[in-house]
């Protein structure tokens, strides 16, 4: 196996021990998530269609911090959504079970959403101002 990496049975198969150390880390959560959290976004996405062992943790960084609410709702389905705005669908038909299963494994990830109001309550025309 000169040259090649094969993936066996939650470990990385090389030819050099180095390598199989070096992907070790990997196996333990909190160390891959401190090396992921170096990374940028581009990044982790690579990371985690790379190789199935650095999957989990890279997608848990890359979904951990969101600045909007968009990225979950494009996880929900395309099929017979009327776009409201740019950041509202409203959806045609139902979820189903798989749509489900896919949003909350995503959205379970989130640690962190920045979500700006629609409106400022104080701003309001039905709130009395002052003299």
């Keep these: 196996m000169t040259g090649q990496s094969e993936y066996q049975g939650g470990q990385i198969h090389h030819g050099g021990e180095l390598f199989e150390k070096a992907a070790s880390v990997f196996s333990i959560p909190e160390l891959a998530s401190m090396v992921f959290a170096f990374a940028d976004q ?5 990371c985690a269609v790379v190789c199935p062992l650095w999957k989990e943790p890279a997608l848990d960084e890359l979904w951990k911090h969101l600045d909007s609410v968009l990225p979950l709702t494009e996880l929900l389905p395309d099929v017979g959504t009327l776009s409201l705005s740019e950041e509202v669908d409203d959806l045609v038909r139902l979820m189903r079970s798989v749509d489900w299963t896919k949003f909350r494994s995503y959205a379970q990830r989130v640690r962190n959403l920045n979500v700006e ?6 701003e ?6 002052g003299p």
């Design 42 to 46: 581009a990044t982790l996405a690579a």
């Design 117 to 122: 109001p629609s409106y400022d309550p104080y």
């Design 124 to 129: 309001s025309s039905f709130i009395p101002r």
